[in-house]
C-alpha cells in the first residue's frame, strides 16, 4: 500500500531524504570525536570541537524539519510514531557524541586513555552501523541487511557496556583524586549512552522492518 | 475541524482548562524557588518548600486529571499523544523545580552561590514564557505570539546551559571537598534538567501549533 | 468491542500470555535482589547474580517478542501505545534490578547497609503489586482490584523514595571516603529508579482500566 501511494505522493520522500541526511551527518561528527580523543593538544582539539558544534546544529534543524513535515503530511512512508523515534533517536545520538567531546575539552581530559579511546571506536562504528541501516529504510526489500546491521548495532552497544564497566573498575581501584574520577566517569557514561542511542535507532530501525517488509 | 467539533462538544473545553491551571501552578512553584534560592534561614526556607511540596501534589492531580479525561474522551481539541506528552512535560518541570528546592534544604546549600540563583531566575523566565504559551492554546490563530513564547522558552534552556557549564567549571577550579562538590553539581544538574522539560513542553506547543494553526 | 473481538481474533490473546511471563520473571528476578543484599560471600553472590543475568536475558525476549507481535497484529487487546508502554516499563524494571545486583557485586558493597536491605524489600513489593495487577489485565471487570494493586505500587515508590533520602543524608553525614559515597549512592539511585519504573507500569495499567474496564 506503501508504494502505490508513493507514487501519487512523491512529497513523502522528503523523509527518506532528511534521515540520510541526519544519519551521515552523524558519521561525521562521530568520526570527529575519534579524532578529539586522540589529540593532545587543547588548541587543535578546540577546533575540532567547533566543527561539530556546527554538525550538531545542522542535526538540530534536520530534526526540527522532520517533525515539521510530519505535521504537515498526512501521508507518511511508515508509522509516524516510528518516524518520530528515529528522528529523536538520531537527535540524541548526536546530542551525546558532541556532549561526549564538549566535556572531554572542558575537564581537560588526557586523551591517553585507552577507555576513552575505545569508546569513541565502538561509537563511531555503531554509528557506521546506523547509517547503513538508515541508508536501506529506501528499499525495504533487503531486510536482511538491515538486520545484519541492527545485530552490528547491538552487538557495539554491548562493546560499550564492557568497556564502562572495566573503565570504571579501573577508576576506582586506582589511587586517582575523587573530583578526577567524577569527571573521567561523567565522560564515560556520556560516551556509552550515545551508544544506547545507537540501540534506540536501530530498535525502530527494526520494528519498521516487521511492519512494512 | 477542531472549532466545529468544538461547537458540538464543548466537554474538550476541559483540557484548555486543566493545562492553564497546571501551568499556572506552575508559575508559582517557580516563583517560589526564587524565594528559596534568596533564603538563608533554613527553617523559612523549610516553610517555603512546605508550600511548594502542596503545589507539587495539586499538579500531580492536575496530571492525573488530564490522563483520565484523555482515556474518557474520544474527541480531543489536538492529538492525545499530544496532550499526553504536554501534560507529561508539565508534571516533569513541577517534579525538576521541587527537587532542585528540596536538594538545597536537604543539602545545607549556603544560598550565596550566584550560580543557583541565576539558575533559579532562569528556570522562573522559562516558566513565564511555557505559561503564556500554554495559554494562546485555546486561540491557535495567533501563531506568531506562540512562536515568540517557544523562542523564548528555548533561549532561556540555552543560558541553563551556560550557567551549568561555567558553574562546573568553577566548581571543578574551587578547593572545594570532593562531597560539596557531589552536592552541588547535583542541584545544577536537577535545575538545568526543569529547564529542558520547558523546551520539551514548547516543542510539543509548537508541533500543535505546526498541526492546527 | 474488545471482547467480541477476541472471539474472533484468539491470537491477540497471546499479549497476555507474554505480559504475564515477563512479570513472573520480574518477581523471579527482584526475588533473587533480596537474596544478593543480604549474601556476604561475593562468590555466592556471583552465582546469584549469574542466575539474574539469564532471567534479565529472558525478558529482553519477552520484550522483542511482544514488539514483533505489535508490527504483526492490527488487532490488540488494548490501545498499541499502551502495549508498547507496559512492554519498555517491565522491561525497565527489569533492567534496573540487574543492574542494582551487578554494582552492589561490582563494587563489592557490604551487604550490612540498612538502606540497601531496605530497598530490596521495597522493589520485590512493588514488583508482586505490578505481578498482581497485570493477572488482572485478562479479566479488566475486576476494576477495584487492579486500581488497590496501583495504589500498592506508588505506596512503595513512595517508600523507596523516602529510603533513598535518608540513605543518602546519612551516607553525606557520615565520614566515608568521597569515592565509596560515589558508589553507595548509584547503588541507591539505581534501585530507586527500579520502583520509577514499578510506577510507570502502574501508570499504563490504570490508563488500561480507565479506557476498558
Given at each position: 500500500m506503501v508504494n502505490i501511494l508513493k507514487f501519487f505522493l512523491p512529497k513523502d520522500r522528503i523523509f527518506y531524504s532528511l534521515f540520510e541526511q541526519a544519519s551521515q551527518n552523524l558519521e561525521s561528527i562521530?568520526?570527529?570525536?575519534?579524532?578529539?580523543?586522540?589529540e593532545a593538544d587543547f588548541n587543535k582539539r578546540a577546533v575540532i570541537i567547533k566543527e561539530m558544534e556546527d554538525l550538531e546544529h545542522q542535526n538540530d534543524d534536520l530534526t526540527h524539519q522532520i517533525f515539521i513535515e510530519l505535521g504537515k503530511n498526512f501521508i507518511t512512508p511508515f508509522d509516524r510514531e516510528d518516524?518520530?523515534?528515529?528522528?529523536?533517536?538520531?537527535?540524541?545520538?548526536?546530542?551525546?557524541?558532541?556532549?561526549?567531546?564538549?566535556?572531554?575539552?572542558?575537564?581537560k581530559i588526557d586523551p591517553n586513555?585507552?577507555?576513552?579511546?575505545?569508546?569513541?571506536?565502538?561509537?563511531?562504528?555503531?554509528?557506521?552501523?546506523?547509517?547503513?541501516?538508515?541508508?536501506e529504510l529506501r528499499n525495504l526489500k533487503n531486510t536482511q541487511k538491515i538486520v545484519e546491521c541492527v545485530?552490528?548495532?547491538?552487538?557495539?552497544?554491548?562493546?560499550?557496556?564492557?568497556?564502562?564497566?572495566?573503565?570504571?573498575?579501573?577508576?576506582?581501584?586506582?589511587?586517582i583524586d575523587a573530583k578526577e574520577l567524577i569527571k573521567k566517569r561523567e565522560i564515560y557514561q556520556?560516551?556509552?549512552?550515545?551508544?544506547?542511542?545507537?540501540?534506540?535507532?536501530?530498535?525502530?530501525?527494526?520494528?519498521?522492518?516487521?511492519?512494512?517488509a
Open positions: 562521530s568520526g570527529k570525536l575519534v579524532l578529539v580523543v586522540n518516524i518520530h523515534s528515529l528522528a529523536t533517536s538520531l537527535d540524541d545520538i548526536c546530542d551525546y557524541i558532541y556532549a561526549s567531546a564538549k566535556k572531554i575539552n572542558f575537564y586513555d585507552s577507555g576513552i579511546q575505545k569508546m569513541a571506536d565502538t561509537i563511531n562504528n555503531a554509528v557506521l552501523a546506523v547509517n547503513s541501516a538508515v541508508k545485530i552490528r548495532i547491538n552487538s557495539f552497544e554491548n562493546q560499550a557496556d564492557d568497556i564502562f564497566d572495566l573503565s570504571i573498575e579501573k577508576l576506582f581501584d586506582s589511587d556520556t560516551m556509552e549512552e550515545a551508544t544506547d542511542k545507537c540501540e534506540d535507532a536501530g530498535n525502530v530501525i527494526e520494528s519498521i522492518v516487521v511492519k512494512y
